[in-house]
């Protein structure tokens, strides 16, 4: 059940983890007129406005404390908006519904839609973490590629508990901030349970090939989150991300910004101020939510 619980919390960003974890940060010189400075942005209209944050679901305790913009889009806001209701997903039932989502259907079977080559180094990779193959038979490829994210984030120190959501939501809660979504649990589980469908096997491999340079990978993300510099990331993995796994890439990102973007209005329209949370690849490239609120001539201003 903890690894269930930790699959759930890591999300969209898990799964892309290995495979485009390393699109997650967006490029500045587009909506901000000064030098980079964080990952969090004011979104004004008149007098009325809201927060937008990028956010690495999952961090190390030596990441902390966050970036002073977060503080400060904290302390002006009286609402938090997330995601999803972190409180649904780390409801039991919320994971046991993850779980079978996950689970592999009649003709899902890892043998039946990996090529045995990927099978093999799949088996390969068990052995090397000390595990069965039997662990990762019953799942999707997408369960798989959620597990494999897990077991590496895991094992290098990080972990959704020091994440930028769940930090945050643990001060909200004990400060009696309002919380609201973006969408529900199910949404997510949903998007989760079909995402890489058609390309198990490309899906796969992906993400086992990822592994070896994830070390590396999390160091790069994490100074371009930190410091706002992140026009590097977009073009070296956006374009690619986009090109190799488009229905990936529409499911994930777009079609989610569209559906944001809509509920970004009545933000926009009421005089209270929310700060919201959405993992940092939502702000990334031409689809990106920045580039959508800019063209609704909104006012960015990057923090």
Not at 168 to 182: F, H, S, Y
Request: glycine share 6%.
């Amino acid at each position: 059940m903890k690894a269930m619980q930790l699959l759930l919390k890591l999300k969209a960003q898990a799964f892309v983890g290995l495979m485009c974890l390393t699109v997650s940060f967006f490029v500045v010189s587009a909506y901000a007129e000064q030098g980079p400075s964080s990952s969090v942005w004011k979104i004004s209209s008149g007098k009325n406005s809201f927060y937008l944050g990028g956010t690495l679901h999952v961090l190390k305790e030596s990441d902390h404390p966050l970036p002073k913009a977060y503080e400060q889009a904290y302390q002006a806001a009286d609402t938090i908006v997330f995601e999803a209701d972190i409180s649904a997903l780390e409801d039991p039932a919320t994971q046991v519904r993850l779980g079978m989502a996950l689970m592999a259907k009649d003709g899902q079977m890892l043998q039946q839609v990996l090529k045995p080559e990927t099978y093999q180094k799949l088996n390969e990779y068990a052995v090397s973490r000390g595990m069965a193959m039997q662990q990762f038979a019953p799942f999707t490829a997408s369960g798989v590629a959620l597990m494999l994210a897990s077991i590496e984030l895991t094992r290098l120190g990080y972990t959704s508990e020091w994440g930028v959501e769940q930090t945050i939501n643990n001060q909200a809660v004990k400060d009696k901030k309002g919380l609201t979504a973006l969408e529900t649990a199910d949404q997510q589980i949903a998007m989760l349970s079909t995402l890489g469908q058609g390309k198990e096997d490309e899906l796969v491999l992906y993400t086992l090939n990822d592994i070896l340079s994830l070390p590396q990978i999390l160091a790069d993300i994490k100074a371009a989150w930190r410091s706002g510099d992140l026009a590097s990331l977009e073009k070296e993995f956006i374009v690619e991300f986009k090109r190799d796994y488009p229905d990936v890439y529409d499911s994930l990102l777009l079609e989610r910004n569209k559906d944001w973007m809509q509920q970004f209005e009545p933000m926009m329209a009421s005089e209270a101020t929310e700060f919201v949370l959405v993992g940092a690849m939502h702000l990334v490239g031409e689809d990106g939510l920045l580039r959508s609120l800019k063209a609704k001539g909104y006012t960015l201003e990057q923090l």
